[in-house]
């Protein structure tokens, strides 16, 4: 699964980085530990514009079906090989794709039955990348002129060569040359499942960090520095 990750990249950044201008970004700042159920930006197709949109939105998908909000703590991730056929995310993967932007993401490692120790995961140029990710706009059934509450989820796959050794799954994350066919409605019957493929190792990096970042009102940069860990970083990798 994916229950962490970090995002340092400026939006001055992120807007090369995704094309779009800056004067329509909405305002954030970067966050070093990004937990569920915080609001956080992603990158959609603009329901008016056609044309890629930053917005902030809720991480934990409630579906536009759902009786109450609370379904949305137990979707922060969804399976892409059962994407296609859960009524909670189907309908969003026709028709409601995003990217997540990140720089890191964090997984722990049960070293024992007592002990854990958190790893930071990111692209070996040091460079943004995006999750595959999905929508929802959700109303209450006596909304009362509250405005939808609008939500994501992020997919995840098989672990690469690198992630095995820590984790069973990993984040889907994308290339930017892919990013067009994501985020593109295209056949809502042929969605680019093609994508759910776990990134390349080879073009990733892994390094033990503090458990400082198991509590989410630690939100630093040092979260991301390496951690005196050598013995179970040369045992991992």
């Not at 794709?97 to 002990?115: G, I, M, N, S």
């Not at 595959?132 to 939808?148: C, V």
């Not at 067009?180 to 390349?200: Q, S």
């Not at 970042?213 to 860990?229: C, I, M, T, W, Y």
Request: net charge negative.
């Amino acid at each position: 699964m994916c229950g962490r990750f970090a995002r340092k990249s400026t939006q001055t950044i992120l807007e090369e980085w995704f094309d779009i201008n800056l004067e329509d970004m909405p305002w954030f700042a970067p966050s070093y530990n990004i937990a569920p159920q915080s609001t956080q930006p992603v990158v959609r197709m603009g329901c008016d514009s056609g044309q890629r949109e930053m917005a902030l939105l809720r991480w934990g998908l409630v579906p536009y079906w759902a009786k109450d909000a609370k379904i949305g703590y137990s979707t922060i991730n969804a399976r892409a090989e059962e994407v296609a056929l859960k009524p909670a995310y189907r309908e969003a993967l026709k028709q409601r794709r995003c990217l997540v932007p990140a720089d890191a993401f964090y997984e722990w490692k049960r070293l024992d039955e007592k002990t854990k120790h958190a790893f930071a995961f990111a692209l070996a140029s040091g460079e943004p990348y995006a999750f595959a990710g999905l929508w929802e706009s959700w109303r209450p059934k006596d909304p009362a002129g509250t405005p939808p509450l609008e939500t994501f989820t992020i997919l995840t796959t098989d672990p690469n060569e690198l992630m095995e050794p820590v984790h069973n799954r990993m984040p889907v994350i994308l290339s930017p040359k892919d990013y067009d066919r994501w985020l593109d409605p295209g056949d809502p019957a042929r969605p680019p499942v093609d994508l759910f493929r776990p990134y390349p190792a080879e073009r990733m990096k892994a390094w033990p960090v503090s458990d400082r970042v198991g509590n989410v009102r630690n939100d630093d940069p040092e979260l991301l520095a390496p951690s005196n860990q050598p013995l179970i970083q040369q045992n991992l990798f």
